[in-house]
């Protein structure tokens, strides 16, 4: 079963002049939607310059376009924010060229719903949230100064500085969550708790969206009001990604003898080991299979990097089936007890080995050595 989710949005301008609020989706189906993702986005262009509204729809247009062109192997996070830095800069560079629109910026917070995850974007003072049986959840914070004459100025936004800082998060999915993007013209007329009740009495997603912007203006927003909001039908069964983000969670094996017995591996020995990560030579105990058993050194167990490199390694390399390359053996969840993958044993010898024990390669050996 994919991932369904139902979608609902609404925007005004409030008692400002023009509206330079903009908010997108993109809902794919089939391949596109397992692989990418549901997108959805929601931007504030600054206001007081004449290039808010341009650099907020430039912002996620761009975004929605260019982040289905990233590679798949990307992590998510990785993929975003890849796309924002291009576009950063991009805003600051019209901002430089064209005066009528100096100093133009724009907030932005984003959600990509995929498989049973959920990452979210933000910088400025956009929000996002999460509704699940009946109790909301903030995801984010606001990026504005810590002072009550100043807390409407942002100390982050695209286009504010060369260097992008953009938070990143991650939750999981579950039916009957509801996610929410708002701008500031709707959590400064409206408590979370007001948000809250107005969710629970409505249970569309357009017609919750409706009524936030109705209940903003009723409050007498000061400022353009939109939303958008999506509402999760079904989640799929786990996907590899979903399995491989739950690895890095994982605690880093201690240092393994000979001889140990470890998740249902008898090791055998070291193959190699540098300052980041071990390989092992180990048996399962269940097939007599050799195989080779790759994690991360204990010295580097806080490395959170190295953690989701790792994570990513095995993802990728289950998606490398070929009869060049070693294959990953799958290991069970609920057997799993530590962050680590394993992959077929291949005997052999390295071209330094042989070299060592006196081997001469002939041209047409080393042609045909090269070639495979």
């Known amino acids: 079963m994919p991932l369904e989710v139902t979608t609902g949005h609404a925007t005004n301008a409030g008692p400002r002049p023009q509206n330079e609020d903009f908010v997108g989706m993109v809902t794919p189906t089939g391949d596109e939607l397992a692989r990418k993702g549901v997108l959805l986005a929601i ?8 290039g808010g509204r341009e650099a907020a729809e430039y912002t996620v247009r761009g975004l929605l376009t260019d982040y289905y062109a990233t590679p798949d192997t990307w992590e998510t996070s990785v993929a975003i924010d890849r796309v924002l830095i291009a576009i950063n800069r991009w805003v600051i560079g019209q901002a430089q060229v064209r005066r009528e629109v100096a100093g133009m910026a724009t907030t932005l917070t984003a959600f990509v719903l995929r498989g049973r995850r959920a990452v ?25 100064w810590d002072r009550p004459d100043m807390a409407h100025v942002l100390t982050r936004a695209v286009g504010l500085d060369r260097e992008l800082r953009v938070d990143y998060g991650e939750v999981d ?18 408590s979370d708790d007001e948000i809250g009740r107005l969710s629970s009495s409505h249970s569309t997603p357009q017609g919750f969206a409706d009524a936030l912007i109705a209940a903003a203006l009723s409050a007498a927003t000061q400022d353009n009001a939109s939303a958008l909001v999506a509402d999760v039908q079904a989640v799929p069964d786990d996907m590899l990604s979903d399995v ?19 998740d249902g591996f008898r090791v055998i020995d070291i193959l190699h080991r540098n300052n980041t990560n071990i390989l092992y030579r180990v048996e399962e105990e269940s097939t007599a299979r050799a195989c080779v058993l790759k994690t991360i050194a204990p010295e580097r167990a806080s490395d959170a990097i190295e953690r989701r490199q790792l994570a990513h390694e095995e993802w990728l390399a289950r998606r490398a089936v070929a009869r060049f390359f070693p294959q990953v053996i799958p290991v069970a969840s609920d057997r799993r007890s530590a962050l680590y993958y394993v992959q077929t044993w291949h005997e052999g010898q390295t071209l330094a080995q042989a070299l060592e024990g006196g081997r001469h390669f002939t041209v047409p050996e080393l042609l045909a050595i090269g070639i495979k």
């Open 43 to 50: 931007a504030d262009g600054v206001s007081g310059h004449a």
């Open 120 to 144: 979210f974007a933000h910088i400025g003072d956009t929000r996002a949230y999460q509704l699940r049986n009946g109790v909301l959840k903030r995801l984010t914070v606001d990026h504005v």
């Open 244 to 262: 491989l983000a739950a690895m890095v969670n994982l605690p880093v094996p201690p240092l393994l003898k000979s001889g140990t017995i470890f």
């Open 173 to 190: 999915i579950a039916p009957g969550d509801r996610f929410l993007l708002v701008c500031d013209g709707i959590w400064s007329a409206l």
